[in-house]
């Protein structure tokens, strides 16, 4: 059963989850910052420029829902990502997964771990059973290995604004049947 409080900041190994609607205005800056980097933004389906102004409404927006959830993620104190979690469906446990490292983080390996760590935030704190439609675009070659090795599996590829993504989908059975970090 999916369970996700927004005052609680999350804590899975040296990683720590806060959420976007308890995020300092420093905080705020930081994220809209990453989300309009162009290392960031070219693989997403909306690759537009976010003013600060839409940015900061959509994370007042987030107060008042309950089929979306986003964190500012920490690694030892330090901001490194953001995670979140749409189109969550309480009947099936499922959700669908969102997430990206900091510009800084690119090309580092930390993706590798993040990625675990992150998928057992979602399956054994929150409650999430299945984690559906997390969208790699064709081309972003990391993305997809890292969430083919974590236990998703390519369900269906379409087409949007001219770009190719491929839908991964996975379990938690499947995420668990997988061999851990240690």
Same mark, same amino acid.
């Given at each position: 059963?999916? &369970?996700?409080? /927004?005052?609680?900041?999350?804590t899975v190994n040296e990683y720590s989850y806060k959420n976007y609607v308890v995020l300092t205005?420093?905080?705020? &800056?930081?994220v809209w910052q990453w989300r309009n980097h162009p290392e960031i933004r070219k693989w997403m389906t909306n690759s537009d420029i976010i003013p600060?102004?839409?940015?900061?409404? =959509?994370?007042?927006?987030?107060?008042?829902r309950t089929d979306a959830y986003? @964190?500012? +993620? =920490?690694?030892e104190k330090r901001p490194i990502a953001t995670l979140n979690f749409t189109h969550i469906d309480y009947n099936d446990n499922s959700g669908m997964p969102g997430l990206y490292l900091s510009?800084?983080?690119?090309?580092?390996?930390?993706? =590798?771990? $993040?990625?675990?760590?992150?998928?057992?935030? #979602? $399956?054994?704190?929150?409650? $999430?059973?299945a984690l559906k439609g997390g969208y790699v675009e064709v081309g972003n070659t /990391? #993305? $997809? +290995?890292?969430g083919s090795f @974590?236990?998703? #599996?390519? +369900?269906?590829? =379409?087409?949007?604004n001219g770009k190719g993504y491929l839908e991964l989908c996975g379990t938690k059975e499947e995420y668990d049947a997988v061999d851990k970090i240690s």
């Open positions: 059963m999916i &369970k996700i409080d /927004r005052e609680i900041i999350y205005e420093e905080e705020k &800056k930081l600060l102004e839409s940015h900061l409404a =959509f994370i007042e927006g987030l107060k008042n986003y @964190w500012l +993620v =920490f690694k510009p800084d983080e690119l090309n580092t390996g930390e993706g =590798f771990t $993040f990625h675990y760590y992150y998928k057992e935030l #979602a $399956f054994h704190q929150l409650g $999430f059973e /990391r #993305a $997809f +290995v890292m @974590w236990g998703g #599996a390519p +369900v269906s590829y =379409f087409e949007e």
